[in-house]
């Protein structure tokens, strides 16, 4: 078989594999009737069928109209009127409920070691970085850029920003001081969360070195505070950059945080298009929209119930790792596991390994 029909035999798939009978008993659409069903009444009556999905969601305010649209200027906006916010509907709701001691995030880091937040935990964290923000002058409508890797502090650090109505603009932390700067200077953000380093297949990688470069071109960013992952010497600047531990520790933050009531089309963040096609632009994602969005294609998609630990292996640097890492699982009450490093170390296993020891 020559190239050309091996590529095109690989296109061409049209094997059908039917989940086991007990694994649909339970589903949330449990056959392909039930979602061409769903499927022709997002059609007929689009309004009512969002209408009724958003009814999920927690609101301070219902909405005046499920959608305004123009689709000849792209202009579409999402439950006008009504009023939410989204680290509410993610963590505080939970706590109404059993869930509240059920593990939120479990973590699992690059070196072995490993943490797992319970919803109570999470808004413990959340509210009080949420206060350290507020308490360096971030407020409802400043962009944050986020630069961390996969630990903890990456999520809580997201949440803290929709809790106050900041919107958060999260920077890979693979990415190069170049490419942070723009994106800082794109979003015109003030404020930069980084980290020391972090641990890559057991090697320690400088990144604040990364931050400090960038910052140099970006002189509206008065506030820095950097996470102790790895505990190496780094430049700290007196009266610019923090420590997390630090600031989280202070007699003044405490853990409550008093949700912002935000409007559903107010953003919520910002994330970069990788460059592939170009410069990379930033992506605007609002309130309500997005949060349903990433709930019930988590629900649906994934059909997680409530015994199910989920792990999604992304980054969250990428929009995929914002929806079914933090936003989809988190406002669905799920338990969802992240992982830092890569998936060859310290074993070629170390993927299966993780879903035995999680059972995921």
């Not at 962009?143 to 890979?172: D, K, N, Q, W």
């Not at 015994?307 to 914002?322: L, M, P």
């Amino acid at each position: 078989m020559d190239e050309e029909k091996i590529i095109t035999s690989m296109m061409d798939e049209k094997r059908v594999f039917h989940p086991p009978k007990a694994l649909s008993e339970k589903a949330y659409i449990k056959n392909l009737d039930e979602y061409r069903k769903i499927y022709q009444r997002s059609l007929a009556d689009p309004e009512g069928f969002w209408g009724e999905l958003a009814e999920q969601l927690d609101w301070y305010q219902k909405w005046d109209r499920v959608l305004v649209e123009d689709f000849k200027e792209a202009q579409h906006e999402w439950f006008v009127g009504g009023k939410l916010n989204v680290c509410y509907n993610c963590v505080d709701r939970n706590l109404k409920t059993w869930r509240r001691n059920k593990a939120a995030l479990v973590w699992e880091g690059d070196i072995g070691d490993s943490k797992t937040l319970t919803y109570q935990e999470l808004y413990y964290h959340v509210c009080k970085f949420a206060n350290v923000l507020k308490k360096h002058g971030v407020k409802k409508g400043d962009r944050v850029t986020i630069y961390l890797p996969m630990i903890l502090e990456l999520p809580i650090a997201l949440l803290a920003c929709a809790r106050i109505g900041a919107t958060h603009s999260v920077v890979f932390g693979g990415f190069s001081a170049d490419a942070l700067k723009d994106r800082i200077l794109d979003c015109a953000s003030n404020v930069l969360i980084c980290a020391d380093g972090y641990y890559r297949s057991g090697r320690i990688i400088r990144s604040k070195d990364n931050s400090d470069e960038a910052l140099q071109a970006c002189p509206d960013v008065k506030d820095v505070i950097v996470v102790k992952r790895v505990d190496v010497g780094i430049n700290m600047e007196a009266g610019r950059d923090y420590w997390w531990h630090d600031e989280m520790a202070a007699e003044d933050i405490k853990p409550h945080c008093e949700p912002e009531v935000m409007d559903a089309e107010d953003p919520l963040f910002i994330l970069y298009t990788s460059g592939s096609t170009g410069k990379p632009k930033g992506v605007l994602h609002t309130q309500a929209g997005y949060l349903l969005y990433a709930y019930q294609t988590f629900k649906w998609v994934f059909d997680v119930k409530e015994e199910d630990t989920f792990w999604c292996t992304a980054d969250i640097g990428w929009v995929t790792g914002h929806s079914y890492i933090v936003y989809g699982p988190l406002a669905l009450g799920a338990t969802a596991v992240m992982f830092e490093g890569v998936p060859t170390y310290p074993h070629p296993d170390r993927f299966w390994g993780i879903v035995e020891k999680y059972q995921v």
